[in-house]
């Protein structure tokens, strides 16, 4: 499972937005910048708790925002763009780390060598290129997320978009969610219903290792 980066990799941060710039009514949790994820501790990269995205992805998902707000709903963020340093912090800790502290929460039924054959943890991101993102619909009406008969990061067969098991409302609210996405450019995977990419990236052979940080952004 090493990380063998044959394409680009740079430090390059000019075509990158700050999210919370470009769309200020997304609501984020950057789960990557605490220690609530899968791991159980906060990833390297993550320097502040802020998604960050090429620029292509910012506007395409301005679209969607203001689509699911007709709804009456708002975008949450979980993790935007992710730094090379953080994927590898993802994979020697799934070869060498023998923590298994956040298994009951996110990965109960899995070993953790299965998180990366199944393709839940990738050992080079699309979220390493800048414009891939993970994220839910809130209500605004009810002060909470929607109900999509899973949480994020649980890596399950129930995750996946298709999943049969789930109640039909909650099938509804993750189709809603990929008819948002699909309309502004995003592709989905098959493995994660809160998972897209936009599909016309405009760094698709680059992977990028700056921090995720505003203040990065700004030198």
């Not at 009514?25 to 910048?33: A, L, N, P």
């Not at 009456?72 to 993802?90: E, M, S, T």
């Amino acid at each position: 499972m090493a990380v063998d980066y044959k394409r680009k990799v740079t430090m390059d941060s000019s075509g990158f937005v700050l999210l919370a710039d470009f769309v200020p009514e997304i609501i984020q949790e950057i789960r990557y910048y605490s220690s609530y994820n899968f791991v159980g501790d906060r990833i390297d990269g993550y320097e502040q708790p802020c998604a960050l995205l090429s620029r292509e992805a910012a506007r395409a998902l301005k679209s969607v925002s203001k689509e699911v707000q007709a709804q009456g709903f708002r975008l949450k963020v979980f993790d935007a763009y992710r730094p090379v340093c953080a994927v590898k912090h993802f994979v020697l800790w799934g070869i060498e780390d023998l923590d298994l502290r956040m298994k009951p929460f996110f990965y109960p039924d899995l070993k953790k060598e299965d998180l990366f054959e199944q393709g839940y943890i990738a050992t080079q991101s699309s979220h390493s290129r800048g414009s891939a993102i993970d994220l839910t619909l809130l209500d605004m009406a009810a002060g909470k997320e929607v109900d999509m008969g899973s949480s994020f990061d649980l890596f399950s067969e129930v995750s996946h978009p298709d999943y049969q098991g789930v109640t039909p409302e909650q099938y509804e609210n993750r189709m809603m969610l990929r008819k948002a996405m699909l309309h502004s450019g995003f592709a989905p995977i098959d493995c994660e219903w809160w998972h897209f990419s936009l599909e016309d990236e405009p760094y698709p052979d680059t992977y990028f290792e700056f921090p995720v940080s505003a203040n990065y952004l700004m030198r």
